[in-house]
Structures are given as C-alpha cells and as structure tokens.
C-alpha cells in the first residue's frame, strides 16, 4: 500500500461512530478502496492509557479491536467520501488470530493494516495484520481474519430498541 501523508486524513475518531475513551487508535496514516492503515502508541497519555496494565503494558488481547476499529475507520471514510457520517458496525468473529506476543509494552508504536478480501451486501472480511513500527523487519506481531457486519437503520433499532431516524 502506499501511505499518504498523515495531515491527507482526519482523527480516527471523525470516522468512528464512538468517543473516547472507546477510540483506540491516535492517527489514520493511509486509507484507499480496500485497505487502511491506521496506527496506536501504547502510552500513558495516549487513547490506550486507561487500558494498560500495572506495567504500562497493553494486553495482546487487545489487538481483536485495534483492527477492528481500523475496519471502522475504513468503513467511515468511505462513508466520509459518499457525504455520509460514521455508521456503527458489528464484529461478527475472528479466524486465525494469532498474536507473538502477550503484552505491548510502553512506547511501542502499533501500526495496524486491513484489506478487505470479501463484500457480499451487508457482510464483510479483512485480512488484519498488527507490526510493531519500532522492529526493522516485516513479520506481524499479529494477524486475524475478521467478519463484519453492517446493520441498516432498522436493524439498528431492533437491536438497541430505538425508533429509527
């Protein structure tokens, strides 16, 4: 994928339908048709700070949503491009996760990547995969196959006993 500069895209959190202290993710480094990249520091003062450990460490069972909300962010800047805001999507299950590591300690920088492999109408898979931005070589820390879902209006209603809009 080529990255496009930072300053090109907006917070992750303009393109996710939640706040902090829910958004995960500091910044958005690129984003096209099937793929995004977005990047987590694992930091006190960063969005992970109330979830480290006693050690300053990030739990790896973390990884589950920091792609997870890549797709998120993926998903709502193509929604950003059709004029549209964020819509909020629903993770069906993983396959294949494998993480090397327990824990993410303090200072590592997380650069997540996603690409879409399949869409069929409301439902969607990503090839995910977690580097540590520090290390110099190219093996993922970790690496999942998710499955998505995209509600409509109504569904969303039914679920969360709301009138739609």
Not at 14 to 23: G, R
Not at 118 to 129: G, M, N, P, Q, V
């Given at each position: ?38 990047r ?9 700070g ?8 990030l ?107």
């Amino acid at each position: 994928m080529n990255d496009i500069s930072p300053s090109t895209f907006a917070a992750p959190a303009d393109y996710l339908p939640h706040t902090a202290p829910m958004v995960l993710l500091d910044e958005v480094i690129s984003v096209d048709t099937e793929r995004a990249h977005c990047r987590a520091r694992v930091s006190a003062e960063g969005a992970l700070g109330p979830f480290l450990n006693e050690q300053g460490a990030l739990p790896a069972w973390f990884v589950l949503e920091l792609m997870a909300q890549t797709i998120g962010v993926w998903n709502g800047w193509h929604n950003a491009e059709q004029g549209a805001s964020p819509q909020l999507g629903m993770l069906l299950g993983s396959r294949g996760m494998r993480c090397s590591l327990p824990e993410f300690a303090a200072g590592m920088q997380l650069d997540m990547h996603i690409q879409q492999i399949l869409r069929d109408s409301k439902i969607a898979s990503f090839e995910c995969t977690l580097f540590i931005h520090s290390l110099k070589n190219d093996v993922p820390v970790a690496h999942a196959r998710l499955t998505t879902y995209q509600p409509d209006a109504q569904e969303m209603a039914n679920l969360t006993q709301e009138r739609p809009r």
